[in-house]
Every structure is written in C-alpha cells, then in structure tokens.
C-alpha cells in the first residue's frame, strides 16, 4: 500500500531540493530520516516535515507498521514563481523571482525491486594508449618507398609529379614542343600553361580528370579543354613528332 504525502508553496528553489530527494528515494523510512536529520539544509526540514506526515498517515489511518515503510518516491516540482523589481543603477530596474516548490512524498510497505533503485554512477574508463604499430608492418613499408624512389628516377630533368597537375617541370625542357598547334591554344593561354609546368603534348595527352578540373580553374575556364579536344589533339600530335 502507498501513501502519500504533499507540501505546497514551500519557499525554496526545486533546483535546489531535488538533490536531497534522489539521495532518499529507494531507502527504508528509518535511514531515509537519518539522512534528512544530519543533513544542514533547508530542504532536509521540509522533507522531513512531509515525511512525518506520512508516517502518521501511515501509522493512525492504514494501520501499516512504520519499520517495514519504503520510501518510493521523494519528488519535487516547480510552484508559482513571484516576481519582484530591485532599483539599480541610472534608473534601471532588476527582477528578483522568489520560486516556490511542492514537495512529494511517497512511503510503501513493498520492499523496492532492484530495478527501482537509483543506480549506481559507474566510473569513467580512462582512454586505454593507442597500440604502436607492429615491427612487421614497418618493414612491409620500406619497399614502398625504394618503389617510389624508382619511378621518380625514371622522370626525366627537371620534372615532377604533381597530383593534382600530374607530370609539371621546374624547369622549361630543351626539347619542349609548341602548344599553340593544340587547337583553341593562343600564346596567351601557352604563357599560362608554361608558366604551371606544362611544356609537352605528352603531359596534356596523359591529363587525367583530376588534371583537367584543375587546369580548367587555373586556366579561368569551364569546360573548355573537353570541348576542344584538348587531349586527343595532344595525342596526335605528339604520336607525329615521334613517328609512332
């Protein structure tokens, strides 16, 4: 059997009473008191006033024996607030809000199942060290690199893989070709296109996507290098010079 008992308009903020009422919710009434007895807050006096109520609701009118009662419920809400002004400075004015509170007590003769106690705050874990990588690992990754070693040997004098610009020079070639037989290729646009590396018909003609969305925004156009045909007149002409 539950009982239950109420206290309206207490003058304290909830904010600061529900503390309390979490720290006795789930106890027997005898320890529940204990606590609230001990305790030097405002909050413990109100609680306890309602939970003597309740005890003697308990005792008088359902005939409940009071070591056997449970605390199952110790709530708190919000009341009414009062608004009140407080003069300040160049005429101004503060508010003041006094907040009132309704406590909530509610004492049962069924012992609580685990599930309604308040559970327990579990610890936070600290952050376990990264594992370091395996001596195996680094090993498999040397290779790599002599590979990529490798390939830039192959390049020929003064050039560079960009990735985003694929294969540039730092330096114009001594056999470099005349971009301007690509059509829809001025020397305005030869001027840009050395100036970014690009001195070949074969570093066009091997552009990849990525390339060409790069050099459409370096070049300040949209489009234009598909439309032209950009890379097969490349191909061609290079494949010519060659002989191929």
Same mark, same amino acid.
Request: no cysteine.
């Given at each position: ?25 789930? *106890? !027997?009434?005898? %320890?529940? *008191?204990?606590?609230? +007895? ?18 003697? $609701? ?5 005939? *409940? !024996?009071? $070591? ?15 608004? =009140?002004? #407080?003069?300040?400075?160049?005429? @101004? ?7 009132? @509170?309704?406590? =909530? ?16 705050? /579990? ?11 395996? !001596?195996?690992? /680094?090993? %498999? ?18 050039? =560079? ?8 020079? $730092? ?15 001025? !020397? ?17 003609? +091997?552009?990849?996507?990525? +390339?060409?969305?790069?050099?459409? $925004?370096?070049? @300040?156009? /949209? ?5 032209? %045909?950009?890379? @097969? #007149? ?5 494949? %010519?010079?060659?002989? /191929?």
């Amino acid at each position: 059997m539950d009982v239950t008992s109420t206290y309206k308009y207490a003058r304290i903020s909830a904010l600061k009473a529900r503390d309390l009422g979490r720290a006795i919710q789930g *106890l !027997p009434v005898s %320890e529940a *008191l204990d606590i609230l +007895n001990f305790t030097p807050k405002k909050a413990a006096e109100l609680f306890a006033k309602t939970m003597k109520t309740a005890l003697a $609701d308990a005792e008088n009118n359902f005939e *409940l !024996p009071l $070591d056997g009662l449970f605390v199952k419920e110790a709530t708190v809400g919000e009341g009414p607030t009062f608004k =009140r002004w #407080k003069a300040r400075a160049r005429g @101004s004015a503060a508010p003041i809000r006094k907040r009132t @509170s309704h406590f =909530r007590i509610v004492l049962t003769d069924d012992v609580p199942s685990d599930a309604e106690k308040p559970a327990p705050k /579990k610890a936070k874990k600290k952050a376990e060290p990264k594992a370091k990588a395996a !001596p195996a690992e /680094k090993k %498999e990754k040397k290779p790599a690199k002599k590979e990529a070693a490798a390939s830039k040997s192959d390049l020929p004098k003064g050039a =560079r893989v960009d990735e985003a610009r694929g294969l540039v020079y $730092d330096t114009a070639p001594a056999d470099a070709d005349d971009l301007k037989e690509i059509g829809g290729v001025g !020397p305005a646009l030869e001027e840009k296109l050395n100036s970014f590396g690009v001195y070949k018909f074969d570093q066009v003609a +091997n552009w990849s996507k990525e +390339n060409v969305t790069e050099f459409d $925004d370096l070049l @300040s156009f /949209k489009g234009r290098i598909e439309r032209d %045909e950009w890379l @097969s #007149k490349a191909k061609d002409l290079h494949e %010519e010079k060659h002989g /191929k």
